[in-house]
Structure formats: structure tokens, C-alpha cells
């Protein structure tokens, strides 16, 4: 059986061809900080004004996509936070320069030290924006978070 779909895009004809930014985006777990840093590099010569929370069109509050597993033969999907809220107030990333925040691992999965006691979890990101002014094309990664790298109270 196949399941046929089509695609259709729409653009309004006052939208302006949107400038397309070279840029370069990283999560990461920082172990001193105990939080998951977000790191994007504005690689463009202008300057890019963003929302906080990265993107309008997505439901999830940084704008980015995230779903985590275990570390484990069936890697099995881990419950995650869902924050409700948006923070619309935009930011400038001036040309060439860094945009960094950071976010607790509370922020993204329910529980996260009592699923560290049996596994590592897997977080896997990605992310992308196309607006009327720019347009930063997809990007994706993954890193881990280890039993070692966490503070829990039960260590």
C-alpha cells in the first residue's frame, strides 16, 4: 500500500526573497555548568535578529525539535517536558559573532536522574528557520549525557 502526499507552498507577493545566513548551531551538556548549552554562531556578514525562543512557527519554546532516549539495545523514547510559553523578544546576533544560553536538563526530561542510574540519554536536536528576512537552513545533532556528568542527589 503507498500513501501518496503532495507538498504546497504559498508566498505572499509582498514577501521579499529571503537572505539566506551561513550560521552553525551546537548543543552540548557542560559538565561544570550542569546545564545544556546552546551555542549559535552567526557566520554571516550582516547582522540577524532572531526570537529568543528561536523560531515562531515551532510549538517547542527554544525552537528547536528535541526528542531523547535511552542509551540502550531498544532505545527507548524518554518522557519529555513540554514547556508552554513562548518568549517573542528578539535578539541580535551581530555579524560574525556568538549567541549562547543555557537551559537546565529540567527543562528537557522528566526524571533525569533516575533514568541516568540505569543509562546514558540521547538527545537528539534539530532546527531551522525560514521567515520573510532570512532563512537559516536545517541543521541537526546529537550529544550525550552520562551518569558521570550529572550532580544528582542519590550519587
Avoid at 552553525?24 to 529568543?52: A, E, M, P
Avoid at 533525569?112 to 537559516?136: G, Q
Avoid at 541537526?140 to 558521570?148: A, Q, S
Wanted: hydrophobic share 40%.
Amino acid at each position: 500500500m503507498f500513501l501518496l502526499t503532495n507538498a504546497v507552498f504559498a508566498e505572499s507577493s509582498g514577501q521579499r526573497k529571503p537572505v539566506i545566513i551561513d550560521y552553525s548551531l551546537k548543543l552540548f551538556f557542560d559538565k561544570n555548568l550542569q546545564k545544556v548549552i546552546v551555542r549559535l554562531h552567526n557566520k554571516s556578514d550582516i547582522n540577524l535578529k532572531v526570537r529568543r525562543d528561536f523560531s515562531p512557527f515551532f510549538l517547542f519554546p527554544t525552537g528547536i525539535y528535541y526528542f531523547a532516549v535511552n542509551e540502550s539495545k531498544d532505545l527507548d523514547l524518554i518522557q519529555q517536558v513540554i514547556q508552554m510559553g513562548h518568549d517573542p523578544s528578539l535578539i541580535t546576533i551581530p555579524a560574525h559573532e556568538y549567541y549562547s544560553n543555557e537551559l537546565g536538563l529540567d527543562g528537557f526530561i522528566i526524571n533525569y536522574c533516575s533514568i541516568l542510574s540505569k543509562n546514558s540519554i540521547l538527545i537528539f536536536w534539530n532546527y531551522y528557520l525560514n521567515e520573510d528576512n532570512y532563512t537559516l537552513r536545517p541543521t541537526e545533532g546529537v550529544f550525550r549525557v552520562r551518569k558521570t556528568d550529572v550532580k544528582c542527589d542519590s550519587n
